[in-house]
């Protein structure tokens, strides 16, 4: 769900609270995007009365959050009404300072999405006379405002109210994600500099041998045709760099992508039980082990042909995606266009990373 972020007669040094703000958001979720858009001006650039005609506001889109430095009259810090949340900065430091702006902004955001996401009118929140920690309480200390920051939660009651006005699960977990950004700010725990870059697509790794690698190239074609927000990157586009050895390069890997994809060829030749078999080469088997511990077997596929080589007996429980490499046209394309299609549905149906809880657990 898109929300477009205006800046209405916002100072300089709000605007830079409100980006490192919009950037915490974004990397705390993929279900809430704020668009930034250009900045818009009031006529009187004096106290805000509410309500407001805000219909200048329209051509921005359905759902609009807009921010401004001027007070409200009425001494509150936001307002909504259905498709369009306008929040003051006016004042904040004397109620709001620590934990800081981009904390206090996060927490309007939040209560703004959550009023446009369902059908709560303000005159219906039902405010918490006394302080829990949520964020509907209705305090003007200043120590419980800050509490407030750093509990960063929506009590039970509230959360029941949302969903009973239309929000969904889907978009409750997003807000509850942005409330725990908040929450980290307030303690200095988001280095804004180190934020994990929000991803719109799904990132896979596919790794081969020498000898297949043109199979590597031809699945990668399928692939990002049968999915266009998928991003392939074979093991020779820039991911082993002169100035770092193969083990650290790989590891970086594990922690970028969403998705791992190793074809095992028939490249070697061991002797198992006496006899000569076709294994894949030793990197390949290694590549797998590695990928599976770091992202798990649902999000590592094994791509082999259907007369398969040998693989680890460790292995037989997990599937194995298979194409034909005995076409009389040696189109690869088309003989790894089932596979392909069997993958993309599986990284559709999966999904993307999280890698939020990885970035805050470490």
């Not at 009365?49 to 889109?61: A, K, M, T, Y």
């Given at each position: 769900m898109e929300f477009a972020l205006v800046s209405v007669a916002l100072s300089g040094r709000d605007d830079v609270h409100l980006k490192r703000a919009g950037q915490c958001i974004d990397a705390a979720q993929d279900v809430i995007s704020l668009r930034a858009v250009a900045s818009e001006s009031l006529a009187n650039d004096q106290a805000v009365?509410?309500?407001?005609?805000?219909?200048?506001?329209?051509?921005?889109?359905p759902n609009v959050i807009a921010v401004t430095s001027l007070p409200f009259e009425d001494n509150w810090f936001s307002h909504s009404t259905r498709g369009v949340s306008i929040i003051s900065?006016?004042?904040?430091?004397?109620?709001?300072?620590?934990?800081?702006?981009?904390?206090?902004?996060?927490?309007?955001?939040?209560?703004?999405?959550?009023?446009?996401?369902?059908?709560?009118?303000e005159d219906s929140l039902k405010p918490h006379d006394k302080s829990i920690g949520c964020l509907l309480d209705w305090c003007v200390d200043k120590q419980e405002i800050s509490w407030k920051l750093r509990c960063?939660?929506?009590?039970?009651?509230?959360?029941?109210?949302?969903?009973q006005?239309?929000?969904?699960?889907?978009?409750?977990?997003?807000?509850q994600r942005i409330l725990e950004a908040c929450r980290l700010t307030a303690f200095g725990r988001l280095a804004f500099d180190d934020l994990p870059r929000t991803q719109k697509r799904y990132r896979v790794f596919i790794g081969s041998s020498g000898e297949t690698k043109t199979v590597a190239y031809a699945l990668q074609q399928c692939l990002e045709s049968a999915k266009p927000d998928i991003e392939c990157t074979v093991w020779t586009d820039g991911v082993f760099k002169p100035s770092s050895d193969f083990m650290s390069a790989l590891l970086t890997k594990t922690?970028?992508?969403?998705?791992?994809?190793?074809?095992?060829?028939?490249?070697?030749?061991?002797?198992?039980?006496g006899e000569d078999v076709n294994i894949?080469?030793?990197?390949?088997?290694?590549?797998?082990?590695?990928?599976?511990?770091?992202?798990?077997k649902d999000r590592t596929f094994l791509v082999c042909p259907e007369n398969a080589p040998k693989l680890p007996t460790d292995l037989s429980g997990m599937v194995h995606v298979r194409y034909r490499d005995d076409r009389l046209d040696d189109n690869l394309e088309a003989a790894l266009r089932s596979a392909a299609t069997s993958i993309a549905n599986a990284i559709k149906e999966t999904g993307r990373r999280d890698r939020w809880n990885a970035y805050i657990e470490r």
């Open positions: 009365s509410w309500p407001i005609d805000l219909s200048f506001l329209e051509d921005h889109g900065t006016a004042g904040w430091s004397d109620q709001f300072s620590p934990p800081g702006l981009a904390s206090f902004l996060m927490m309007e955001i939040a209560l703004s999405v959550y009023a446009q996401v369902s059908d709560v009118g960063g939660s929506l009590c039970a009651e509230h959360e029941g109210l949302f969903k006005h239309g929000a969904s699960n889907r978009q409750l977990k997003a807000v922690r970028d992508v969403d998705y791992a994809i190793l074809i095992a060829g028939r490249d070697d030749i061991a002797t198992w039980r894949p080469r030793d990197n390949v088997t290694f590549e797998l082990g590695l990928f599976i511990g770091a992202l798990g």
